[in-house]
């Protein structure tokens, strides 16, 4: 296993006594310092993975690798050094935030000092100091969010793994939460690894995504390059006439034919980038006199990705 990689996945299945084929022989890596997204339905198989990995679901076949270190026969050590933010936040009601944290720290066995030590560090590392005797009812959903976060980072884990970590968040909640995230990448340098059927939020977040559909990734790169592997940019002309045949001569004089699509009163033509090739390529389309009501950039979006790959729209993705 390189050094560069903190999880190899190789050939990883899991087959529910039920029968249920969950995950079909996946393989990936996440790199150190890596938000690493697994982006897909309720029902796809990410959630599978993510309690395999987290040592909380027996694997029926394949291998997982954590720093170096084999789940099966490493659990100890990887249970040590791995952070785990469950869907539904685990969080016990009959205490407060500090107790929370307090019990926590104690479970990775710090003692004494070294206890209220790590609850002060979570509190301030998480923003919740005004919170801190409050009971857990009491709390926001986007706060319980960072409680659980802070009572998964307590011991300084190597490995965070999120699993649908802004799901029941409300937009303003969800972007302070990629933030955090953001910052603890930023200045702890822990690798994350994450499921969501969130498009934007794999987009804006993670630095590789993996789409799973049916218990297998059909598709893994980077956000940008797998909106490329789409298609072109496209720019879009409103016109308030129709196109002439002397005009759409013209039209394939200046472009490939490829590259034109006539839909009712609108042009398309595909262009690598969008926003550089607008004014030039608006400027060819009034040399040739087409009569231009407005324009808008069109550029492949993650949810055109996941058509493509698995021919069907993720749902409740908004």
Same mark, same amino acid.
């Given at each position: ?7 190899? #996945?190789?050939?990883? *299945?899991? &087959?529910?006594?039920?029968? =249920? ?7 990936? !890596?996440? $790199? @150190? ?61 009959? #205490?407060?935030?500090? *107790?929370? &944290?307090?019990?926590?720290? =104690? ?7 070294? !206890?209220? $030590? @790590? ?200």
């Amino acid at each position: 296993m390189s050094i560069e990689n903190v999880i190899e #996945v190789k050939n990883l *299945e899991k &087959i529910y006594r039920s029968g =249920t084929h969950a995950v079909k022989g996946i393989n990936f !890596v996440v $790199k @150190k310092g890596e938000i690493f997204g697994m982006l897909g339905p309720n029902g796809a198989g990410k959630t599978t993975v993510l309690q395999m990995m987290g040592t909380l679901l027996k694997i029926t076949k394949g291998d997982i690798n954590i720093l170096n270190h084999n789940i099966h026969t490493d659990q100890k050590f990887i249970r040590e050094k791995i952070g785990f933010a469950l869907q539904e936040a685990g969080l016990d009601n009959l #205490v407060t935030t500090s *107790e929370l &944290i307090r019990f926590h720290a =104690t479970l990775f066995g710090f003692t004494g000092t070294e !206890v209220e $030590k @790590k609850v002060q560090e979570s509190l301030t590392l998480l923003d919740l100091h005004e919170y801190a005797d409050q009971m857990i009812p009491e709390l926001s959903g986007g706060t319980q969010r960072r409680l659980d976060l802070a009572a998964s980072l307590v011991h300084n884990p190597d490995l965070l793994i999120l699993d649908e970590p802004t799901t029941g968040l409300d937009p303003s909640h969800r972007s302070d939460l990629w933030n955090l995230l953001r910052t603890l990448r930023k200045e702890r340098g822990i690798t994350m690894i994450m499921s969501t059927h969130y498009m934007e939020e794999a987009d804006v977040l993670c630095d590789r995504i993996a789409i799973i559909d049916s218990g297998e990734i059909v598709a893994i790169d980077t956000p940008d390059n797998l909106k490329k592997s789409v298609g072109k940019d496209k720019i879009e002309f409103s016109l308030s006439e129709k196109i002439n045949d002397s005009q759409k001569k013209s039209l394939f004089s200046e472009f490939l034919d490829g590259d034109i699509e006539y839909q009712s009163n609108k042009l398309l033509i595909s262009v690598d980038d969008g926003e550089t090739s607008l004014l030039p390529t608006l400027k060819k389309i009034m040399n040739i006199d087409l009569k231009v009501q407005g324009t808008k950039v069109r550029v492949p979006t993650l949810d055109d990705v996941y058509l493509k790959y698995t021919g069907k729209r993720l749902e409740g993705e908004s």
